[in-house]
């Protein structure tokens, strides 16, 4: 996803005619080897144009190492991009998210293709959350939309609540932490885990 150091900033994301929060979740599938790269972008025009620049560091070695072998950008790269649109900014992300790391799988650009992670910001919809209740009882979810069904909220309020605030944040009493994120987790002041008595599985 194209975000410095993995982070979108709310005022850069443009609205459309209705009003809703734009990006672009799209594929480049290099004709001569049949190969897939995927990614997710609210700047579209600003992200092309870095991938034809082969001067520009794109998105990790392999793609590079593509496009350097393949550099007839215009002929050799077909371009497809997936519009995304969402009333709120953590829906959006929430969505590029699902989005290009579901990519990355269909198209298994990570193992078999020039990916060089699992996509999104490292920290998807699909990573493990545990939720501590008011009651501190603790529930651990396989995604944020997971919890968000359980809880009645939105998978990007969920996304939003693990991820604000150096990786934990309460809301309505709760504290939500993704604890597949090993980033994280080190940024958790070591208070953390003896105050709320988690045992991690």
């Avoid at 620049?53 to 990790?60: H, Q, V």
């Avoid at 998807?124 to 995604?143: A, H, P, T």
Wanted: charged fraction near 25%; aromatic fraction near 14%; glycine fraction near 8%.
């Amino acid at each position: 996803m194209s975000a410095k150091n993995g982070k979108i900033k709310a005022n850069n994301i443009k609205k459309n005619d209705q009003g809703l929060y734009t990006a672009v979740v799209y594929f480049y599938k290099c004709k001569s080897t049949g190969l897939y790269y995927c990614g997710a972008t609210i700047d579209e025009s600003s992200r092309r144009s870095s991938f034809k620049n082969l001067n520009y560091s794109y998105g990790g070695k392999k793609i590079d190492e593509a496009r350097k072998l393949y550099p007839d950008i215009d002929n050799e790269w077909e371009y497809n991009p997936i519009p995304v649109m969402s009333s709120t900014v953590d829906d959006l992300i929430w969505e590029m998210d699902y989005l290009e790391r579901y990519l990355i799988s269909y198209y298994d650009s990570f193992n078999n293709g020039y990916n060089s992670n699992m996509g999104g910001l490292g920290r998807g919809g699909r990573s493990k959350i545990l939720v501590v209740e008011k009651n501190g009882n603790q529930r651990i979810f396989n995604s944020c939309e997971e919890a968000a069904r359980i809880y009645t909220m939105s998978p990007g309020n969920v996304y939003h609540y693990c991820y604000k605030d150096n990786g934990h944040r309460k809301k309505n009493g709760m504290i939500f932490l993704p604890i597949d994120d090993s980033t994280t987790m080190s940024a958790l002041p070591s208070s953390f885990f003896s105050t709320y008595n988690i045992t991690l599985p």
